[in-house]
């Protein structure tokens, strides 16, 4: 018997996905690894985190690279990096075009150049391939995908 998207996605997540709407990237295994989200959850609450990684490798990865002091390190680099202050808002400004129910950047961030959490980062970059300052914080992880499935 198959599995629906949402069914992975909850056995991934440990409990129902909120706002679900989609996948946007699939694994090389053929599993949900990142997915769109509305704006809005089920009862009415804003949900501001457009994509949302839900590999549990991935989610391992970037919340490693969080721990070490990620968000902080790629905030400096931001503010020390024309190019990557330009990738940043033209990514805030994409995520507010894509999603114009929330006055929110990506992760639901409301302050210009700061990032709030580098698995909404990398969602974004994964999901909107082109993001130069996501696609740096994917590529500074050790590797994007497991060498075999983490989705039981």
């Known amino acids: 018997m198959s599995q629906t998207d949402r069914e992975v996605v909850e056995r991934q997540l440990g409990r129902p996905p909120r706002a679900f709407r989609a996948v946007s990237v699939r694994c090389p295994f053929g599993r949900p690894a990142v997915t769109e989200q509305q704006p809005f959850d089920e009862n009415g609450r804003p949900f501001p985190t457009q994509y949302y990684v839900t590999c549990r490798a991935l989610v391992a990865a970037i919340s490693r690279l969080e721990a070490a002091g990620g968000v902080d390190r790629w905030t400096q680099a931001v503010h020390g990096d024309d190019e990557l202050a330009a990738s940043l808002a033209a990514a805030e400004a994409e995520q507010r075009r894509i999603r114009p ?3 929110a950047g990506i992760g639901g961030s409301t302050r210009t150049g700061s990032l709030k ?3 909404a980062h990398a969602a974004f970059a994964l999901a ?8 740096r914080i994917v590529a500074e992880l050790p590797a ?3 060498e075999s499935c983490c989705t039981p």
């Open 101 to 103: 129910e929330l006055d």
């Open 117 to 119: 959490c580098l698995h």
């Open 128 to 135: 909107r391939p082109g993001y130069t300052l996501g696609d």
């Open 144 to 146: 994007l995908w497991p």
